[in-house]
């Protein structure tokens, strides 16, 4: 009986560490990240409590170069702000190919995505969370790829994930309004 529990345990250990492939060994930024990767695959949840930049550092592993890197991850806006566009950008690394995007609450206007970058502009603003790849499972939903070819074990790439601030014309713009409106109120109230 002890010899079972013996090798039930080494069992256990063994497969405990196991290649925990594509290692997050850095991270940068206030908002809090959950990693979930595994061997051949990256996978987070990223909470938004600002929309601060997040620099998240993966180390390769033997596991994760046998083909294109799965990538997939839960962002949830708790915020409590309007999120109308997101970017994740990456460094090290490149998409090999692109997945889907699923929004809880807004619409997506589009997805801009290249070699080194992919952008969702909301279409509805997401005040949520969404699905950047196949988080859950999903039927119709695809994990974004990522291309390892020439790259080695150890080696390391960066994921960048943003809120684009927005432009200084679309803070004026409001403000301008507002004070023409005190202004036409004004005039009103004098005559």
């Known amino acids: 009986m002890k010899f079972a529990k013996l090798l039930a345990f080494a069992g256990a250990l063994t497969l405990s560490c196991a290649a925990n ?3 997050l060994s850095a991270s940068t930024g206030s ?8 061997a051949g695959s990256v996978s987070f ?4 409590q600002n ?3 997040k620099s998240l550092t993966f180390t390769l592993e033997e596991d994760d170069l046998l083909g294109p890197l799965s990538f997939d991850a839960l962002v949830r806006n708790l915020a409590g702000a309007a999120l ?9 690394i490149r998409f ?6 699923t929004p809880a609450f807004g619409s997506i206007e589009r997805v801009d995505s290249g070699e080194f970058a992919a952008g969702i502009s909301f279409a509805a603003p997401e005040y949520a969370e969404f699905q950047f790849g196949d988080v859950f499972g999903d039927a119709g939903a695809a994990d ?19 809120v684009p601030e927005p432009s200084s014309a679309a803070l004026v713009l ?12 004004r005039r009103r109230k004098k005559d």
Not at 31 to 38: D, I, L, R
Request: negative net charge; charged residues 10%; proline residues 5%.
């Open 31 to 38: 908002n809090p990240v959950s990693n979930y990767s595994t």
């Open 21 to 23: 492939a594509a290692l």
């Open 174 to 185: 409001p403000m301008l309004c507002m004070a023409g409106l005190m202004a036409a109120a």
């Open 144 to 162: 974004w790829l990522l291309d390892t070819a020439g790259l080695r074990a150890g080696d390391t790439f960066t994921i960048t994930a943003t």
């Open 51 to 53: 929309f601060s930049s």
């Open 84 to 92: 109308n566009r997101f970017t994740f950008s990456l460094q090290g």
């Open 96 to 101: 090999a190919a692109p997945g889907t995007v």
């Open 45 to 48: 949840d990223l909470d938004l």
